[in-house]
């Protein structure tokens, strides 16, 4: 249902991209002096795409250009190349509620593909940074503000339901990397998938969680509430690797997998990988933090990141005062509905928390038993204890889906962290848990 | 974002719906004979659009064409044309899954927004028979196999995520027509708004609801479901207007509210034309039916209805054996799992039945509180009469919104019915009930 690339379409090299920007006169008195005396550097980190960062005397800009296939597996496995077109809409979306927290976008070009950006620096990638125990206290205040606004300003709650009719009709096409979301997190981790990568010590893992019948139901409503649950444009990959920060800047990066969806899912995703950088942590070389073990920063971020997210939605909330079929005032303008509402916003959160706790879990399954690992365990080099911290997080997250009820508020999630830590290789035994 | 009419377009009259049948061959021969032998009858019924009945010597058919404006009102309320694409986008999409029990399209005309279809006679408009207590025992049985195949088979369900998804991209911009369902279901019955119209004994109902927290409350939960719940492609109008019935045939028309929805809005509609049927009853004159009260045969139907909807979903699901996201062959597959899965097929139901409570009774409320009511009612000429009538249905949805726990299976749905029947006209005395 949507075009591939015209014959107009090439794939650009690092020699190729200062010609490319000096073609576009912005783009080029952003960089500065002459094309020559720009340094370009390919800096590809993700999975999917090609991504340069190029250097002029006055400036730097960051090139991030669709191929027709994934590039880290090459032309054998295709993939849509509008998944640029998706990012750039859902940046643009956002730009008027989050402010800094998405790069600044200068230019998109839809025959090429290519998204020009702000260049970021001296950013690191989040996940790089926890794995060396580098702490950057800005960034679950920093996401949980990006969430809550992106979270309420594209929903009912916010607008007449034709501005989210809108996007639907518009991110209900960006069905491939959907695709790669619906299989690698909801279905391939309970199969015997080929792309599955598990390592032998969690083979009896795996195997149980396949064979558990109440986990796959738990799996199933998750699932069922990712394809159904329209409240509001996600993100949909917001892990530690969409975010780069330094200690007083946080942005959020690669929007490609934007969806209309349920708000719960960015929550739980992110929070996913600060509980995975949790039972990581202890295998991991010292942190520098001089007062403080680095996974209790990360635990208390946990809490940090809730609680803002969970302030902050209802602060739009409450201060919201324009038309919205939701909660229309005409219902609730009075002073008896006005504190109704009060009642039915946090009931909303809560939803949005419990949706939450489902995703998590889900979310670190996909990251231990299937496709798409991450580094935060694949950097244990010692696989006996690798084992053991995934076993740990693989512990937690199904007692999140088999006993949600025991996991009421935040403190509760994180306060059971510790409980998992050694549920070890043989998952029936801890299976109470 | 969808294009108006084109200069092209032009508004048929009864005079030229012969000349412009006799441009399409196919139509003309399926009349048959010369234009000058067709006869036509401008039959519009519905508030929207022109219709007209053409009959030729070997055959009838059906001209529908929208207007750049609501029919009943006139150029003053214009009303997006491309609902005629839509109506013509739903009826295509179910044929496969309905056979006939959507009237056959012969001509979809783009320029013109002109849907020719299936004549269908003898048949009567189903609210015209109920009123007239004329008992038409093949609808329930029918209207459950519509709703039953179209929720399943357009669902999660039955089919890998895309394919919903592209149902999103198309019903997406069908805006017009949903702001009319959202304004006049949800959100005007519990406003002042202006368009509202509320007998004057009903005035101290109308304030009841307008002024009970819990109530809107409950409409709130009702609306964001409506909003937000994307689980299948619904009809959004299913009333005893759209349904056109003999003895033995039963046709859903009418399909411009096309929207993907949560499967229970249509259940619940169906039954909420029912249960008010069955509130006016009384005050008709006295049915034909020789051995039983056409009341009581409308209480049974509501049961059939729902005990073949709920039979006729899970027996599609059982039996269905493609790809689907929702619940995948790979997770359940094996013995244990698809007991589970069993399990899981009675919840999904069950929710779809506690989201149709909730529908129905919006829906009650909006028909006797709201901009369009029913000729059900309003066909009782005696006021006084009719508002004792309207209050027992007001009461009962009243109930079904504050005290759903009450409503666990349909049987409990309709023993209620009577119990709400004296309710009267002072509604804070009965709010317990």
Known sequence: MLDGPSTDYHILTASDVS??????????EHLGGLPSEWACRDVADGNLNSVFLID???????????????????ESWPMDINRAFFEYSYTSRLEPFVGTLLPKIYHFDEVQFIIVMEKLEPHVILRKAMIEGIHHPRVPIDVAAFVAAASFYTSDLAAPFEVKCADQAIFSRNVALQRISVDLVFIDPYT????????????????????????????????????????????????????????DDTRIIDGEFAWIGPSGFDVGNFIAHYIMAWYAEPFHPAAPEPDRRFRDLVAADIVIFWQR?????????RAFKGEADGFPASHFGDAAASSR?????????ADIFSDALAFLACKIIRRILGF???ADFLSIDDLEARSHAQAGALAFARSLLLYPERYRDIAAVVAALPRFENAGLFPTETRHL
């Open 309 to 317: 997210f969970e302030a902050q939605f209802l602060g739009h909330w």
């Open 19 to 28: 010609a490319y920007l000096a073609n576009h006169s912005t783009l080029a």
């Open 341 to 349: 509402l009060e009642t039915l916003r946090r009931a909303y959160v």
């Open 56 to 74: 002029g005397p006055d400036g730097g800009l960051c090139v991030k250009q669709a191929l027709p296939y994934v590039r880290v597996a090459g």
């Open 192 to 247: 015997s998938a080929l792309r599955n990568v598990i390592s032998e010590r969690l083979v009896p893992w795996a195997a149980a969680l396949r064979n558990d019948v109440d986990l796959k139901g738990a799996v199933a409503r998750a699932r069922i509430a990712y394809l159904t649950k329209a409240q509001s444009l996600i993100h949909g990959d917001l892990h530690t690797g969409s975010i780069l920060a330094t200690q």
């Open 372 to 374: 798409a690992q991450v």
